[in-house]
Protein backbone atom coordinates (compact mmCIF):
# COMPACT_ATOMS: atom_id res chain seq x y z
CA UNK A 1 0.00 0.00 0.00
CA UNK A 2 2.64 2.54 0.72
CA UNK A 3 4.22 1.29 -2.67
CA UNK A 4 0.93 2.42 -4.45
CA UNK A 5 0.98 5.66 -2.49
CA UNK A 6 4.72 6.73 -3.72
CA UNK A 7 3.79 5.48 -7.46
CA UNK A 8 0.72 7.85 -7.24
CA UNK A 9 2.51 10.36 -5.44
CA UNK A 10 5.58 9.97 -8.02
CA UNK A 11 3.08 10.29 -10.75
CA UNK A 12 1.38 13.12 -9.20
CA UNK A 13 4.16 15.26 -8.72
CA UNK A 14 5.34 14.39 -12.80
CA UNK A 15 1.47 15.63 -13.56
CA UNK A 16 1.99 18.65 -11.25
CA UNK A 17 5.41 19.45 -12.78
CA UNK A 18 4.21 19.79 -16.26
CA UNK A 19 1.02 21.50 -14.83
CA UNK A 20 3.69 24.05 -13.74
CA UNK A 21 5.80 24.10 -16.53
CA UNK A 22 2.85 24.35 -18.74
CA UNK A 23 1.46 27.24 -16.55
CA UNK A 24 4.95 29.20 -16.33
CA UNK A 25 5.10 28.87 -20.29
CA UNK A 26 1.50 30.24 -21.28
CA UNK A 27 1.77 33.16 -18.35
CA UNK A 28 5.44 34.07 -19.82
CA UNK A 29 3.50 34.82 -22.99
CA UNK A 30 0.88 36.64 -21.67
CA UNK A 31 3.48 39.04 -19.50
CA UNK A 32 5.52 39.76 -22.79
CA UNK A 33 2.09 40.39 -24.61
CA UNK A 34 1.22 42.74 -21.78
CA UNK A 35 4.77 44.42 -22.01
CA UNK A 36 3.85 45.16 -25.37
CA UNK A 37 0.38 46.43 -25.28
CA UNK A 38 2.16 48.79 -22.74
CA UNK A 39 4.68 49.95 -25.32
CA UNK A 40 1.90 50.62 -27.83
CA UNK A 41 -0.33 52.09 -25.47
CA UNK A 42 2.57 54.70 -24.70
CA UNK A 43 2.76 54.99 -27.96
CA UNK A 44 -1.17 55.61 -28.91
CA UNK A 45 -0.57 57.98 -25.84
CA UNK A 46 1.86 59.98 -27.61
CA UNK A 47 0.67 60.25 -31.35
CA UNK A 48 -2.88 61.70 -29.47
CA UNK A 49 -1.01 64.40 -28.15
CA UNK A 50 0.65 65.02 -31.23
CA UNK A 51 -2.44 64.87 -33.30
CA UNK A 52 -3.86 67.31 -30.89
CA UNK A 53 -1.52 69.80 -30.93
CA UNK A 54 -1.69 69.50 -34.48
CA UNK A 55 -5.47 70.26 -34.67
CA UNK A 56 -5.22 73.13 -32.63
CA UNK A 57 -2.42 74.69 -34.68
CA UNK A 58 -4.86 74.21 -37.18
CA UNK A 59 -7.30 75.46 -36.14
CA UNK A 60 -6.21 79.39 -36.48
CA UNK A 61 -4.84 78.46 -40.01
CA UNK A 62 -7.06 79.67 -43.14
CA UNK A 63 -9.37 77.17 -45.08
CA UNK A 64 -9.91 77.28 -48.62
CA UNK A 65 -12.33 79.67 -48.87
CA UNK A 66 -10.68 82.52 -47.06
CA UNK A 67 -7.45 81.19 -49.43
CA UNK A 68 -10.07 81.68 -52.29
CA UNK A 69 -11.01 84.86 -51.16
CA UNK A 70 -7.46 86.04 -50.37
CA UNK A 71 -6.70 85.01 -54.36
CA UNK A 72 -9.80 87.22 -55.56
CA UNK A 73 -8.53 90.14 -54.09
CA UNK A 74 -4.67 89.50 -54.98
CA UNK A 75 -6.68 89.64 -58.40
CA UNK A 76 -8.43 92.42 -57.68
CA UNK A 77 -5.84 94.41 -56.65
CA UNK A 78 -3.72 93.74 -59.82
CA UNK A 79 -6.59 95.45 -61.91
CA UNK A 80 -6.38 98.58 -59.71
CA UNK A 81 -2.49 98.73 -59.94
CA UNK A 82 -3.09 97.59 -63.41
CA UNK A 83 -5.13 100.59 -64.09
CA UNK A 84 -3.22 103.44 -61.93
CA UNK A 85 -0.08 102.39 -63.99
CA UNK A 86 -2.18 103.54 -66.70
CA UNK A 87 -2.84 106.79 -65.65
CA UNK A 88 0.38 107.12 -64.11
CA UNK A 89 1.82 106.98 -67.05
CA UNK A 90 -0.55 109.44 -68.80
CA UNK A 91 0.66 111.59 -65.81
CA UNK A 92 4.49 110.69 -66.49
CA UNK A 93 3.92 111.75 -70.12
CA UNK A 94 2.11 114.61 -69.28
CA UNK A 95 4.81 115.71 -67.52
CA UNK A 96 7.48 115.44 -69.88
CA UNK A 97 6.04 117.73 -71.68
CA UNK A 98 5.65 119.91 -69.57
CA UNK A 99 9.08 119.55 -69.06
CA UNK A 100 10.12 119.51 -72.69
CA UNK A 101 8.01 122.75 -73.15
CA UNK A 102 9.93 124.66 -70.19
CA UNK A 103 12.89 123.91 -71.55
CA UNK A 104 12.59 125.39 -75.01
CA UNK A 105 10.96 128.61 -73.73
CA UNK A 106 13.33 128.73 -71.29
CA UNK A 107 16.20 129.45 -73.57
Same mark, same amino acid.
Given at each position: ???D???????A? =??? &???T &???A??????? %????HL? %?? *????I? +?? @?R????E???K +??? *?K *? !??? !???L? =????R #??? #????E &???GV?R?? @???? #????K? #? !?
Amino acid at each position: MLGDLKNWLGVAA =IVI &SLLT &SIYAWLTSKAK %ANAEHLK %AV *DAKLID +HD @RRVQELESEMK +HLP *DK *D !DVN !DLKLS =IAELR #GTV #GRLDE &SLSGVSRTV @RRVE #GYLMKE #G !D
